[in-house]
T-cell receptor
Framework: DAMVIQNPRYQVTQFGKPVTLSCSQTLNHNVMYWYQQKSSQAPKLLFHYYDKDFNNEADTPDNFQSRRPNTSFCFLDIRSPGLGDAAMYLC?????????????FGSGTRLTVV | AQKVTQAQTEISVVEKEDVTLDCVYETRDTTYYLFWYKQPPSGELVFLIRRNSFDEQNEISGRYSWNFQKSTSSFNFTITASQVVDSAVYFCALRSSSGSARQLTFGSGTQLTVLP
């Protein structure tokens, strides 16, 4: 089945140690998103790629970076994770052309910082 | 600017009761989509429905139904004969054609607990 896959499902990292979360999709959607969701809060958009164009939200910390080497893959890099970065990270995709697309979400990666 | 308000933070019902989750939205656009997502304890966001701004027809899918009213900017979600497996956080979300055009704006979510 076509889907959005996030690996790993759970990630534990040390304070200050760089970590990378991955997302892949088989939907051939041209837009990929990363959302951060802290406990008991709504998901918050960090950034998205429209094809190869990177779009950063104004309040996304510099500590967060993203790479999209091809249509299928997108990575979230956290350069120096702090305790406040512990959260669920959700990847989503959409197909954008002349209309507004719907979103498909992955299962998320739950990041713990120790 | 766009905004989604889910005034109910938590709701508890007993199994087999009907429950309605409220969603009120704000947008200046005439073209937009509204969504409902379910987030069980495992964390994934499960898509339930998408409705575009030009289609005010209410929809029923099994025990789920949605009432979209543009006049009151509301998109409410009703679960009929609730079950324990319906326990989850439910998010209403809005996607419009202006501003940060590709951003999905979420409400704060409603935690639904269905008691046996």
């Amino acid at each position: 089945d076509a889907m959005v896959i996030q690996n790993p499902r759970y990630q534990v990292t040390q304070f200050g140690k760089p970590v990378t979360l991955s997302c892949s999709q088989t939907l051939n959607h041209n837009v990929m998103y990363w959302y951060q969701q802290k406990s008991s809060q709504a998901p918050k958009l960090l950034f998205h790629y429209y094809d190869k164009d990177f779009n950063n939200e104004a309040d996304t910390p510099d500590n967060f970076q993203s790479r999209r080497p091809n249509t299928s893959f997108c990575f979230l890099d956290i350069r120096s994770p702090g305790l406040g970065d512990a959260a669920m990270y959700l990847c989503a995709t959409s197909r954008e052309s002349r209309g507004l697309g719907g979103y498909t979400f992955g299962s998320g990666t739950r990041l713990t910082v120790v | 600017a766009q905004k989604v308000t889910q005034a109910q933070t938590e709701i508890s019902v007993v199994e087999k009761e009907d429950v309605t989750l409220d969603c009120v939205y704000e947008t200046r656009d005439t073209t937009y989509y509204l969504f409902w997502y379910k987030q069980p304890p495992s964390g994934e966001l499960v898509f339930l429905i998408r409705r575009n701004s030009f289609d005010e027809q209410n929809e029923i899918s099994g025990r789920y139904s949605w009432n979209f009213q543009k006049s009151t900017s509301s998109f409410n979600f009703t679960i009929t004969a609730s079950q324990v497996v319906d326990s989850a956080v439910y998010f209403c979300a809005l996607r419009s054609s202006s501003g940060s055009a590709r951003q999905l704006t979420f409400g704060s979510g409603t935690q639904l607990t269905v008691l046996p």
